[in-house]
């Protein structure tokens, strides 16, 4: 066992009540231990019915007669905060909130005088929507779930209160919790459980934070906190969509490759290069990155003619560890300025007129919104291969236009010759097969092109004009962008 990881077990009531951990692996208490909700903890999303679960699970087992009921397993990492000792939790907070709502509620049944105050609710626990919504509504749900009092006896039922005293006790003292206590982030976030609080298996990008975070034993436990809490401030399923609909997809089609899904089996592919590696090939590519970080820091890189140099490509490896997260925020807000119509690096495509009949007229069904991800990503890329972060020349910026006509025209020509359009028809046209028209894979085509114009001169021998004869969209608004086809000469006038 590590010297900085300690191994304990405890009771719902010594954590909550006491600021305890009941039995270290030494076979002795931990006192002083202040469980906190960091920062860049996720939202607290359990709802009235997983709350009441848990507490449909506690009572079943109380009356099984358990002498002792495991209820999860809790990742503390102990860090200090204003000189002293302090207790995040990294994984189990979903629970561990849960159980101190349901003792307030518990204790509000008793006297005045013999009422406990729940220390984790005392604090800031997070002003994020969700957590707002969800304490209040779970604490009434367990308030209305164990007040039920009888019209006897002055409206009071002094068998129910007991049987009440009774399951908190139960809870207290015969609820338990394995906990693992590290003072290094990293290997806290090693032993994130591999199941959340019903069942549900790990995103991916879970998989990998863990994976990098063991790659970033050198970094400061400072710093590694704030990759973690800008990491975790992500809604956790765009991060899963970030990952698997676009950076994975993106990877498997620039290789040739038909793009599955995104799973433990294939996650090797944003491992990337270790610190170990002393390969030719780790060696160029770690270089490449500690030079352009290197510039990058540089107070006047005017001075040398170098601005802003990109860390790094879509179709290079990644560096593990700390680089990982750079290069998923780096991609991460690239793509949302994308997608979102205001701005990315260098460039302001707002007010772009195919974006915004897209924008206004296109915004949903499947079909039109694989297409729309398809042209997002055809953006992406080109972003990413020839666009400068900053200051544009106008020859780049009128590039750059250019390009975003032949990228509606390749994924709106898939779209327009589609009923209903699915993944397996769009896996099909990247990669050249169904018969349509402009099936190609485009993004190939950008990976293998050295300049922005050997990659127009490519896609005008490759794009072809449409046929009205092939035309099978049915969405009223067709019209709309039929008309930039017609005005860029890839569909004839009627």
Partial sequence: MK??????????????????????????PIEGVRVCIPEYQRPYKWTARNAIQLLDDIIEARNDNKEVYRVGTLILHKTQRDGEDVYDIVDGQQRTITFA????????????????????????IGSNKHTCRNIPINLNAFRRRIRKVSDSDGGKDHEHTR??????????????????????????????????????????????????LREMSDVPSGETEEIVKRWEKIPQRELADFFGEYLYRLKEWMNGNVA???????????????????????????????????????????????????????????IAGKP??????????????????DKFEGFYIKGNKIVEVLDTHFKSGTGNLIARQLFDMALLLYVDRFSPATYPSRTEVSL??????????????????????????????????????????????????????SLMSSLDELLVPLTWDKIKHSDRNIEKYLQFFISYNFLPKQ
Avoid at 422 to 439: D, R, V
Wanted: with cysteine; aromatic share 14%.
């Fill in 3 to 28: 010297d900085n990881l300690t191994l304990a077990i405890t009771s719902i009531g010594d954590l909550l009540l006491h600021n305890r951990i009941s039995l270290s692996q030494e076979g002795k």
């Fill in 101 to 124: 709502l349901l003792l307030h509620a518990l204790y509000e049944l008793e006297e005045e005088a013999n009422r406990r105050f729940i220390g984790l609710l005392m604090q800031n």
């Fill in 163 to 212: 049987d009440m005293q009774t399951l908190r006790e139960f809870i207290e003292t015969q609820c338990e919790l394995i906990v693992v206590i590290t003072d290094d982030i990293s290997e806290a976030f090693q032993f994130f459980d591999s199941q959340n609080a019903r069942g549900k298996a790990l995103y991916p990008h879970d998989l990998l934070k863990a994976y990098h």
């Fill in 260 to 318: 599955d899904e995104l799973c433990e089996a294939n996650i090797h592919k944003f491992k990337g290069v270790n610190r170990a590696s002393r390969a030719p090939y780790a060696r160029f590519y770690k270089g490449a990155y500690a030079y352009a970080s290197q510039i990058n820091s540089l107070s006047i890189p005017g001075v040398l003619g170098i601005q802003d140099v990109s860390p790094f490509q879509l179709n290079a490896p990644i």
């Fill in 324 to 341: 990982f997260f750079e290069y998923a925020d780096h991609y991460y807000s690239l793509l949302y300025d994308i997608r979102h119509n």
């Fill in 400 to 453: 750059f236009e250019r390009f975003v006509r032949y990228a509606f025209v390749w994924a709106y020509s898939l779209r327009a010759q589609h009923y209903r359009l699915g993944w397996p028809s769009a896996q099909n046209y990247i990669m050249g097969k169904g018969g349509l028209i402009n099936a190609l894979n485009i993004f190939k085509v950008i990976s293998d092109s050295d300049t922005p114009t």
